[in-house]
């Protein structure tokens, strides 16, 4: 400076040389007063020490320079760093975290901490903390308008307090001021956070002790809060597109799964309808089902008889679930089996049983529903044209019921109608006062099918012409089953055989062989045997008196042939025993004196008859008959 002797500058330039050295050791501010302090103490003259004061000065704003550089620098690479994690930001609590941290390491904080909004409860709570402490601290939520952080929400603006417990600027409210209190905060400063002007969030700093924060401090937290910001839209928004991506897979699934159904379904309906157009039956729905829904089918009908069956099918449901799927009109599932009703309207006709599928989806279900309707079509079409065809065969049986018929034309329809003519066949005669004569007629149908034979409403019962040899076996089977198809009892009288082949005056009998019937019908009713079928064979000597061929012989030989074979083979008298034993009405004493033996030799003769006929020989009805095939064997050879 003005007045500097070479002196001077000597002392001087060790006072600057010292400066540049606490330039670069960063020393503290006070350290750079001491080499104008030195000068003074050696008696270095005022001008010299006056230089090396601004020199000092000059040094200090040099320091002060390069602090707010390596301030500016660290806050720079803080914001660098933030960027860098919204960039790969994989877990946005993490990401958070790091800017709350961030926040309290360059303010240089006690407490760093931001809070979000809960819309379900319509307050703000924290959704992290750094520095904090205290539990009830990090608990606290805010209502919107409350605390420093409320007015902050409200206005999207920064606010600053350097003692926020005397700070009248805001709403106070006892829980959140406790808990500030129980943290120890007395500076906070508050920003918010925006996506355009919608604030979602507030970021403070707050320290233990009173503090001004400078504009560039609010700048900083506002950057940092910016960031926070773009991290919680960015999460937010990728969490909409995961959701939407989500969505768009499901309906894409879904889509497609509809896809595949209507595939199946139209497979399913092309099959189902050629079956129907090419005159299929139900074995065939049930094999195209049971292929179609890969499991095994069977279908019942209205009386639980099994009409056809493919694949493997276990068991049967309850009658209790085919009930109520009849009720409701659609398929269910019960134990290991969905069952689908058979329905013709409201009249049930059978049923369909799905094995192996419990997972069965809803286009398979609706798949199984849709085969038990083409079903429902064929056993309708196979039930009218069951009843067309038994129209014309009971016209037929009708006409071979009138005497006087031609009986070569007769033998010709019947050839057409698939009779077998070479076979013999039997005639019944069916009543019932139970139930309608017509419902009696639909019953005897079972009875004929597959070209068995013919039956057909005639006179005050039904009237059916059967393939077969035995008129009693026929007619109580017929009894049987018609009754259990009627619900009540069915009387049934059996005539014949007779031949409908050549000659051709086979087909007159037919009429003979249904009045025989007809006589054994009323006389199973009169004997009070209602709902019992027998043929002439069955009714002992009435059958003798009712049967067309009236065959004594054979009434003779079924009543007592074991006693006349017994007595050719061993030269006994038991027919002789017998007839002395009735003539003296049943009496051993007088029965012994007429056969001249002792009476224990009459009964052991009659303990040999029981054996033979049966310990029932001597009832009222036996012995009446047995006395009568006494009388007829002497008249018979």
Same mark, same amino acid.
């Given at each position: 400076g003005p007045g500097?002797? =070479?002196?001077?500058?000597?002392?001087?330039?060790?006072?600057?040389?010292?400066?540049?050295?606490?330039?670069?050791?960063?020393?503290?501010p006070e350290e750079f007063?001491? %080499?104008?302090?030195?000068?003074?103490?050696?008696?270095?003259? %005022?001008?010299?020490?006056?230089?090396?004061?601004?020199?000092?000065?000059?040094?200090?704003r040099v320091r002060g320079a390069l602090?707010?550089?390596?301030?500016?620098?660290?806050?720079?690479?803080?914001?660098?760093?933030?960027?860098?994690?919204?960039?790969?930001?994989?877990?946005?609590?993490?990401?958070?975290?790091?800017?709350?941290?961030?926040?309290?390491?360059l303010l240089?904080?006690? *407490?760093?901490?931001?809070?979000?909004?809960? %819309?379900?409860?319509?307050?703000?709570?924290?959704?992290?903390?750094?520095?904090?402490?205290?539990?009830?601290?990090?608990?606290?939520?805010?209502g919107l308008g409350e605390g420093l952080g409320g007015l902050v929400w409200q206005t999207a603006h920064p606010y600053a307090t350097p003692d926020y417990a005397h700070d009248a600027r805001f709403n106070h409210v006892g829980s959140i001021d406790r808990a500030v209190l129980d943290e120890g905060l007395v500076a906070i400063l508050g920003v918010p956070l925006q996506v355009g002007t919608e604030v979602i969030g507030v970021l403070f700093a707050a320290d233990r002790s009173t503090r001004d924060f400078s504009p560039e401090e609010v700048a900083l937290l506002c950057s940092l809060a910016a960031h926070a910001a773009i991290a919680i839209d960015g999460a937010q928004l990728l969490a909409e597109t995961r959701a939407t991506v989500v969505e768009l897979h499901a309906a894409n699934t879904t889509i497609k799964a509809h896809s595949a159904a209507m595939q199946r379904a139209e497979e399913a309906h092309d099959r189902l309808t050629d079956i129907v157009v090419r005159g299929g039956d139900v074995r065939d729905v049930a094999r195209a089902v049971a292929d179609l829904l890969a499991g095994g089918i069977v279908c019942l009908d209205v009386d639980g008889t099994e009409l056809a069956r493919a694949g493997e099918v276990e068991g049967l449901p309850e009658a209790s679930v085919?009930?109520?799927?009849?009720?409701?009109?659609?398929?269910?599932?019960?134990?290991?089996?969905?069952?689908?009703?058979?329905?013709?309207?409201?009249?049930?006709?059978?049923?369909?049983?799905?094995?192996?599928?419990?997972?069965?989806?809803?286009?398979?279900?609706?798949?199984?529903?849709?085969?038990? *309707?083409?079903?429902?079509?064929l056993l309708l079409l196979r039930r009218s044209v069951a009843e067309a065809e038994n129209r014309i065969r009971g016209e037929l049986l009708s006409d071979l019921l009138r005497p006087g018929g031609d009986p070569e034309h007769l033998a010709v329809r019947a050839r057409r109608l698939g009779l077998d003519l070479d076979r013999p066949h039997v005639v019944l005669a069916a009543h019932t006062g139970a139930v309608p004569r017509g419902r009696l007629a639909?019953?005897?149908?079972?009875?004929?099918?597959? =070209?068995?034979?013919l039956s057909a409403e005639h006179e005050d019962g039904v009237a059916v012409l059967l393939a077969a040899e035995d008129p009693s076996a026929a007619a109580r089977c017929a009894a049987?089953?018609?009754?259990?198809?009627?619900?009540?009892?069915?009387? *049934?009288?059996?005539?014949?055989?007779?031949?409908?082949?050549?000659?051709?005056?086979?087909?007159? =009998? *037919?009429?003979?062989?249904?009045?025989?019937?007809?006589?054994?019908?009323?006389?199973?009713?009169?004997?009070?045997?209602?709902?019992?079928?027998?043929? %002439?064979?069955?009714?002992?000597?009435?059958?003798?008196?009712?049967?067309?061929?009236?065959?004594?012989?054979?009434?003779?030989?079924?009543?007592?042939g074991p006693l006349i074979d017994y007595d050719a083979e061993r030269g006994t008298e038991l027919v002789a025993t017998l007839e002395a034993y009735f003539a003296a009405g049943a009496s051993l004493t007088r029965a012994k004196a007429g056969l001249h033996v002792h009476v224990n030799t009459v009964t052991q003769r009659l303990e040999r008859v029981a054996?033979?006929?049966?310990?029932?020989?001597?009832?009222?009805?036996?012995?009446?008959?047995?006395?009568?095939?006494?009388?007829?064997s002497h008249l018979v050879p």
């Open positions: 500097m002797t =070479g002196g001077d500058l000597t002392g001087g330039a060790r006072a600057l040389f010292r400066l540049l050295e606490l330039l670069a050791e960063e020393a503290s007063g001491r %080499p104008a302090g030195a000068l003074r103490g050696d008696g270095a003259s %005022p001008g010299e020490v006056a230089a090396v004061d601004a020199a000092a000065a000059l040094a200090l602090d707010q550089h390596r301030r500016r620098a660290a806050e720079l690479s803080a914001l660098f760093d933030t960027a860098g994690d919204l960039a790969a930001l994989r877990d946005l609590d993490a990401v958070l975290r790091a800017i709350v941290h961030r926040a309290r390491t240089g904080t006690d *407490v760093a901490y931001l809070t979000v909004p809960d %819309p379900a409860r319509g307050d703000t709570y924290m959704r992290v903390t750094d520095g904090s402490v205290s539990a009830l601290f990090q608990r606290v939520r805010l085919l009930a109520e799927s009849r009720r409701l009109g659609r398929a269910l599932f019960a134990g290991d089996l969905w069952v689908c009703a058979v329905l013709a309207g409201t009249e049930p006709l059978g049923c369909l049983i799905l094995g192996g599928r419990p997972d069965l989806g809803d286009a398979d279900r609706r798949l199984f529903e849709r085969s038990a *309707v083409v079903t429902s079509l639909s019953a005897a149908v079972p009875l004929v099918f597959g =070209g068995r034979g049987a089953e018609l009754g259990a198809a009627v619900g009540g009892p069915v009387t *049934v009288g059996g005539g014949g055989p007779v031949a409908l082949g050549p000659p051709a005056s086979g087909a007159g =009998g *037919v009429a003979g062989a249904y009045a025989e019937a007809l006589r054994c019908r009323d006389g199973l009713r009169a004997l009070g045997r209602a709902g019992d079928g027998a043929g %002439p064979a069955d009714l002992g000597f009435l059958g003798v008196l009712l049967g067309e061929r009236r065959d004594a012989r054979g009434f003779v030989r079924a009543t007592i054996k033979l006929l049966g310990d029932d020989w001597n009832t009222p009805d036996r012995a009446l008959e047995i006395q009568l095939a006494l009388r007829l």
